[in-house]
């Protein structure tokens, strides 16, 4: 089986997936425009027959393709404009998935239903989400997504939903449990979009912790490549990832990886649906001060907590126990 991955990148995910799949013997590549964190792409799909059209994905090189790989998984979005692969696809009787990541059809309405702290869209945005829902939803009846967190805005338009788990590399981290000795932690935060993450009600947080006497480092990681993030990240003895969203990214999977107490809104409803043993630090605007003034006094509990992080990492996020998910869901297309 060969399988293509395209036609973008999210958060390495994409890179991430072809890795794991070539891990577990799967002849997989992905395919993406050049992105600013430098991920890995292993086949670049820019025109290179006109010097300035150089930034422009080839649509040409979609018909090579056709003839050359047996499956295709789609990230969110077609390649070839209108959906025109898609429809080849079909005529052609090619497999293929599609998988969506969060806010790419994350719908405001049902969001803020049901997540009162939820940051929303534009009603552009709103309607770009439902027109990527109806589109997939008429050329395919399954999706697959990385968790359940999901499955209201998927369930209308879907008959299955193959939920794989977001993907992390375990054996590239290191991992740098908190020490039980240490009595002044280190908290790091990444404010990459701030309304997003809530880092206002962080800082909030912090401020108001530095004002009991608590004593702690407090670092904000930014404007930094991933593998310096990463460098960082490893000396930290809490991390707090975002307080708004009610579910969890490939930055907490990076940090479960690395051993580390992870702290971030996940809603109530979804807690249930994740694997035994996991191990995230839940928190919201309203509870931050006091989930970070117990974990700076608890050293004993962050050293566990980052046990428990890592084992939940590599049970569950390691590329290869993805791969093993994501090839279950290609046979049954290829069985078709």
């Known amino acids: 089986m060969k399988v293509l991955h395209l036609p973008t990148e999210i ?18 590549y992905n395919t993406a425009r050049s992105n600013p964190f430098g991920y890995p ?19 040409f090189l979609f018909f090579r393709w056709l003839n050359e790989f047996d499956l295709f998984h789609f990230h969110k979005s077609s390649y070839l404009p209108f959906g025109i692969d898609v429809k080849l696809l079909q005529k052609k009787h090619k497999p293929f998935v599609v998988e969506f990541w969060g806010s790419d059809i994350r719908l405001y309405d049902l969001e803020r239903k049901r997540n009162p702290y939820f940051v929303g869209d534009n009603a552009d945005n709103q309607k770009r989400k439902l027109a990527r829902l109806k589109f997939w939803s008429e050329n395919t009846d399954e999706v697959i997504f990385s968790d359940h967190s999901a499955d209201i805005f998927l369930e209308p338009y879907f008959k299955k939903i193959h939920v794989v788990g ?8 290191q991992p740098n449990y908190p020490s039980p000795q240490k009595k002044k932690p280190k908290i790091m935060h990444a404010p990459s979009v701030k309304a997003i993450k809530g880092t206002k009600f962080v800082n909030e947080a912090i401020e108001k912790l530095r004002k009991t006497g608590m004593e702690f480092e407090y670092i904000e ?16 003895d809490i991390i707090v990832d975002e307080l708004l969203m009610g579910s969890y990214g490939a930055l907490a999977c990076e940090a479960m990886a690395l051993g580390k107490p992870l702290v971030t809104y996940i809603l109530d409803e979804l807690v249930s649906t994740y694997a035994e043993g996991f191990p995230i630090v839940n928190a919201n605007p309203d509870t931050i001060f006091n989930v970070l003034e117990e974990l700076i006094s608890s050293p004993d509990q962050r050293h566990e907590i980052g046990k428990k992080s890592r084992a939940y990492a590599e049970k569950v996020h390691d590329i290869r126990v993805v791969a093993a998910k994501l090839l279950e869901v290609y046979k049954q297309k290829i069985s078709l």
């Open 41 to 59: 792409v292993d086949i670049d799909p820019h025109i290179t027959w006109a010097p300035f059209l150089k930034d422009t994905r080839d649509p």
């Open 221 to 236: 990681v930014f404007g930094v490549s991933h593998k310096e993030a990463m460098q960082m990240y490893s000396e930290a």
């Open 166 to 173: 977001q993907r992390v590399d375990t054996k590239l981290y």
């Open 11 to 28: 958060a390495g995910q994409v890179n991430l997936s072809a890795r794991g799949l070539r891990e577990i013997g799967v002849e997989a």
